[in-house]
DNA sequence: TTGTAGGCGTTATCAG
DNA sequence: CTGATAACGCCTACAA
């Protein structure tokens, strides 16, 4: 996975106060009255150099004079040259385009991650491709590929659940496009080891923090609504819980220990199923914000309060956690704060396989917890 | 605003089981085992015919002989050759991706948004870039500015609000760049006329249903949170709700008309207000989704239920509207399909300044709407 | 219908 | 440090 780095994007330069000869200032007047867009070659004959001094200015070769390099960046400056991505990329056979990619039915979640690499690409002339996909189409694989080398991508960001897929990172291996991967810290299972860099989510914490919460509420009868099984998160946050409850002498009630899928009918049915027990919960447990909501729409569905009849927690702190009512306890994750450093990351050029960035969890307080009442 | 047509995206023709000569087929076999990324130098040769013709073919020209075509397609299924969009955009002037600019903060409408943009460039060969901006910002139309005119994008298309901006409009006018603008319809007020083909929602149709749903469940008392009137879409949807309402000899109470912004903030604070005068409304209708949202929370701080005490309706059937309880009634734009017709549209390439394109809002009942009590 | 020469705007090579 | 010349992969113009 050896990569060659990246070709630093331009950055305009500064315009500076320099003089020049009569002649060529009228040269560049003329030019900028024909309000032509300024080619590599404009700034090569007004500056009179060569275009490859120019090119060299444009990529910040070390080998240019200071003061050829300041003549070149004025004439640039005043003709407003900026350098063709496509002739770049042809010459440098690597675009200046960043790939998203993701099958994530979440769109806060994928907005955010959005922003984050936005946040980091503006201003250095870097654009965002997004590519959703669909991970159980038969050409997947094929499709992204073809994303990735027909479009001769800069770098590529692979979001979660995908970011896990064996089939995917084999293909990455494959391609040598650098890629950055965000996922849920997978903790002490033993998958094979990943090559990618990586930045990690560590769900746990958080999670763990909401047990702590739960005990300190004085909640004994915990119930739990699990993620899907398929992605490591699942199994990280349902770690993390059960780590909190644990230290405080808890468990999640094996009666009360429903599967989930992440979405938001199976917690209403997961829940449904909880409240209707004889000895039902005083706390739910969701392994998502959707499912939490599930959770709601079935307490209601029941008449029950919250969080006077039931305490619910939810994972994600996804804008549907502050829209419900009451509003939602639950796990916050710096997205935006992930992509922003993900992009980073891929921009510099400086990330190995071994590159790996934690990001941690936290809980946040709201309406929806409160204290047990049995 | 005159534009030359798009060149056509390339599509993969299917591999035919046309015979070859051994030795051709040898030399196919070695290409692809060399395994390096064919060329059209390479289709050419294998093909025993000049790169022209290859690039004839490419871009589905009529003047090629159809078995001379079928020959290329085939060279060209064998070695899996696909032509460089930066070569073929350097070539071109022009680069194969869209552009989907926009200032939303709904992170669902601009997900459903690009969904529907990529629903329709899936195979085509385009790929799409997305550029959130500040409309707020200083440097707003000269990034987007650069934005189009580096990246040289086949398509760019505007999301409201900013669809809406002058500003913006005279860019594109300047641009050259084939333009199309997804916005509220708006009937009947005088602002000058636009010159960009648009693909407009009539948000009135499904909120003037809203008006008859009210009426028939015996609303009478009905409190108005009005959306940022700096938009269209406030003044449309609050137009037809009034025609609604009107057409069944009700209206607005003038004692219930709240301002507001489409945040959910704003929801809570006007929906608070309405509550809390001596004579409440029975309904309230809200200008989005996120305010009826606020609205919910409003009702229920005061201890009020929906839709025994209060009835309520939205705008937008955001996810976040059936994540709520109990479910929001509210209005629904088919905002994928109209992203995907505004992205096709713009592929054909006949498209005019006149072309509108109107599609219709719908109103989902749900159950935050019940009989009046009173 | 097909091919040749040249160009799109940039960078790589390798001399000076 | 700088520049001429040849790519990069494809298309347009003009010929044949």
């Known amino acids: 996975m050896a990569r060659s780095p990246a070709p630093k994007p331009f950055s305009q330069p500064l315009a500076s106060s320099r003089e020049f000869g009569r002649d060529i200032g009228d040269a560049i007047e003329d030019f900028i009255r024909r309000r032509k867009k300024a080619t590599i070659n404009d700034v090569a004959s007004l500056a009179r150099v060569s275009k490859k001094t120019v090119s060299r200015v444009i990529n910040n070769s070390p080998s240019v ?13 005043r003709i407003g040259f900026r350098p063709d991505p496509q002739a770049r990329g042809l010459a440098f056979r690597r675009s200046f385009l960043f790939g998203l990619i993701y099958d994530n039915p979440n769109a806060t979640y994928v907005v955010n991650m959005q ?72 903790g002490d299972r033993n998958d094979p080891p990943i090559h990618t860099a990586q930045i990690v989510s560590n769900d746990r914490a958080g999670c763990a923090e909401g047990g702590d919460h739960l005990a300190a509420l004085g909640h004994k009868r915990i119930a739990f609504i699990n993620g899907n099984p398929a992605y490591p998160s699942a199994h990280e946050r349902r770690a993390g819980f059960e780590e909190g409850l644990r230290r405080n002498g808890l468990e999640i009630a094996p009666d009360l220990d429903e599967p989930g899928d ?32 599930g959770a709601y729409h079935a307490a209601y569905g029941l008449g029950l309060k919250i969080p006077e009849d039931v305490t619910i927690i939810g994972f994600d702190d996804a804008d549907v956690a502050t829209r419900i009512y009451p509003p939602l306890t639950t796990v916050r994750l710096p997205i935006r704060d992930m992509a922003r450093t993900a992009t980073e990351t891929l921009m510099s050029g400086e990330m190995t396989e071994q590159t790996s960035i934690v990001f941690q969890s936290k809980l946040i307080v709201r309406g929806s917890s409160g204290q047990a009442k049995r």
């Open 115 to 186: 922003m984050g690499a936005l946040d980091s690409l503006r201003g250095s002339g870097l654009d965002l491709v997004v590519h959703p996909c669909d991970r159980h189409a038969d050409n997947f694989i094929e499709d992204i590929r073809e994303f990735i080398e027909m479009q001769r991508l800069a770098g590529v960001i692979l979001l979660p659940p995908i970011a896990e897929d064996r089939r995917l990172l084999e293909l990455m291996e494959e391609l040598d496009t650098p890629v950055i991967r965000v996922t849920a810290r997978s």
């Open 65 to 77: 004079r200071p003061d050829t390099r300041d003549q070149v960046n004025e004439i640039i400056a």
């Open 262 to 293: 992440y979405s938001f009918d199976a917690g209403i049915a997961a829940a449904t199923r909880l409240l209707k027990t004889a000895n039902p919960p005083t706390a739910i447990i969701a392994c998502n914000d959707q499912m939490a909501a």
